[in-house]
């Protein structure tokens, strides 16, 4: 299982990103890919019109979700923690959504560099066309 970062998700929908939409796209046939209220929450608040509402929900419907519980949030915690001590700040949402990924063994598919920062988290490696 891959979960899927908003900055994927962005490349994927606006800016038709060779390299993103192969990746994404195997993915999604192998039905691999999964998501959670954040990701929505954030793809959601860039929408601008009813009918982009429309296709991100139905884009995002069949995809696993992934929610998070209270251990969750104090792993995501304990992450953002253990970076500090290393020197570097990483967003709590970035922690999250590590998180998640952490807990159910999944890596992150993601353009945002920070979460090479994470200690123990495996990243999704996208193919290049």
């Known amino acids: 299982m891959v979960l899927?970062?908003?900055s994927v998700w962005i490349?994927?929908?606006d800016r038709n990103n060779p390299s993103v939409r192969v990746g994404l796209?195997?993915?999604l046939r192998r039905g691999e890919v999964a998501t959670a209220g954040l990701v929505l929450a954030e793809l959601r608040r860039g929408c601008q019109s009813l009918p982009q509402i429309?296709?991100?929900l139905q884009a995002m419907e069949p995809l696993a979700y992934l929610e998070a519980d209270r251990d969750c949030w104090l792993r995501a915690s304990e992450?953002?923690?253990e970076c500090a001590a290393r020197g570097f700040q990483v967003g709590t949402a970035d922690?999250?959504?590590a998180a998640l990924?952490?807990?159910e063994s999944a890596s992150v598919f993601t353009?945002?560099?920070d979460f090479e920062r994470i200690p123990g988290l495996r990243l999704f490696r996208r193919l290049n066309p």
Do not use: I, P, Q, Y
Request: some cysteine; hydrophobic content about 50%.
């Open 4 to 6: 899927v970062d908003t």
């Open 79 to 81: 992450l953002g923690a």
């Open 54 to 56: 429309r296709n991100l």
């Open 111 to 113: 353009l945002d560099r």
């Open 95 to 97: 922690c999250l959504l």
């Open 25 to 27: 796209e195997s993915l």
């Open 101 to 103: 990924a952490m807990r």
């Open 11 to 13: 490349e994927f929908f």
